[in-house]
């Protein structure tokens, strides 16, 4: 793996009726050689508003199942087609904004670590304090700073890697990040978080109906990110998997089957719940009430998580295609 020190990076952006959040991302990119945006069926006027500013876009076919990774490779295959030269590719979710001296800090990252395919820094929530799921998603993108087992949407990116990879799955509807960064690795390639910012997102969720969508699609993805590398060295999020179904419907059942057996005694299993939300909650950091929400929602997120796992295993076993699960 040699390094060919790039200089020029483009950019691809992926949204769907992001409105504001939209202008905000686009306008907030600085020193890109290209940018192409690709829309999902927006109906708020994005894709008039990104042609207007000069925004190559490219428009879904939503006659075919949307992902954000076929999103994501049909702008690759544009940023390729308008500028052949690009090096290095900055892919950014629409509802996120680009800190301006990020680009700098991940390109000077790459040249000087050729054997680091990608980077990505902090992602940073906008509103954390309106919403306790706006506060979960904020605390979930504070991952370790170093060498990372997978990225987010948000990744200055290497092109020839993502191509030796083959680019995303189009298939996965979500999870895509660290199914390929499985692949990445498995080319010899390692995935560095920086410590430095990177993006403000704005998650705009306010209901405990988005929340539950959320996990619901994280737990698909647990499901088949370990369906397709789950037998793999890299036992590809197969705890997570587990966890799920141990929380949400094993031990439940052993409960329910205690009820038969030993009637109201086995009940007490209930408090298992509780004290792993203390346990938990002692891990974390700031004010004793916001660390015991943040428990509590952590420990309640397995039962979506399962469900949405249970999705998986339907459409699989009906041979159907999973359609992507939005929370907004």
Request: hydrophobic share 45%; net charge positive; with cysteine.
């Amino acid at each position: 793996m040699t390094d060919p020190a790039p200089r020029t990076f483009g950019v691809v952006a992926i949204g769907r009726n992001e409105g504001e959040r939209l202008k905000r991302c686009l306008t907030s990119i600085n020193g890109a050689a290209r940018i192409v945006y690709v829309d999902s069926g927006s109906t708020d006027g994005s894709v008039a508003w990104a042609e207007q500013a000069g925004i190559d876009v490219v428009a879904l076919d939503m006659s075919l199942p949307f992902t954000a990774a076929r999103a994501r490779n049909a702008g690759m295959r544009r940023l390729r087609q308008l500028a052949p030269e690009i090096d290095l590719v900055q892919f950014v979710d629409g509802d996120c904004e680009l800190q301006q001296d990020w680009p700098a800090i991940a390109i000077t990252y790459l040249v000087e670590h050729p054997q680091v395919c990608a980077t990505f820094g902090r992602r940073r929530e906008r509103f954390p304090e309106r919403s306790i799921y706006n506060l979960i998603c904020d605390r979930e993108w504070d991952t370790p700073v170093g060498e990372a087992k997978a990225c987010g949407g948000d990744v200055m990116m290497r092109v020839d890697a993502l191509e030796a990879a083959g680019g995303y799955r189009d298939d996965l509807i979500a999870g895509e990040e660290p199914e390929l960064c499985v692949r990445l690795r498995a080319g010899g390639w390692k995935i560095w978080r920086l410590d430095h910012d990177m993006t403000l997102h704005d998650a705009a969720m306010h209901h405990f109906s988005q929340w539950w969508r959320r996990q619901a699609r994280s737990g698909y993805a647990f499901a088949q990110g370990a369906h397709l590398h789950g037998r793999t060295d890299e036992r590809h999020w197969v705890w997570e998997s587990r966890r799920a179904l141990l929380w949400a419907i094993l031990i439940p059942s052993a409960i329910l089957a205690g009820l038969l057996l030993a009637g109201p005694l086995a009940l007490l299993v209930l408090l298992i719940y509780p004290a792993q939300v203390l346990r938990r909650s002692r891990r974390m950091s700031g004010r004793w009430r916001t660390r015991l929400q943040l428990a509590f929602f952590e420990q309640l997120s397995r039962f979506p998580e399962a469900w949405g796992q249970l999705l998986f295993f339907r459409n699989r076993l009906l041979g159907r295609h999973g359609r992507l699960i939005e929370y907004k």
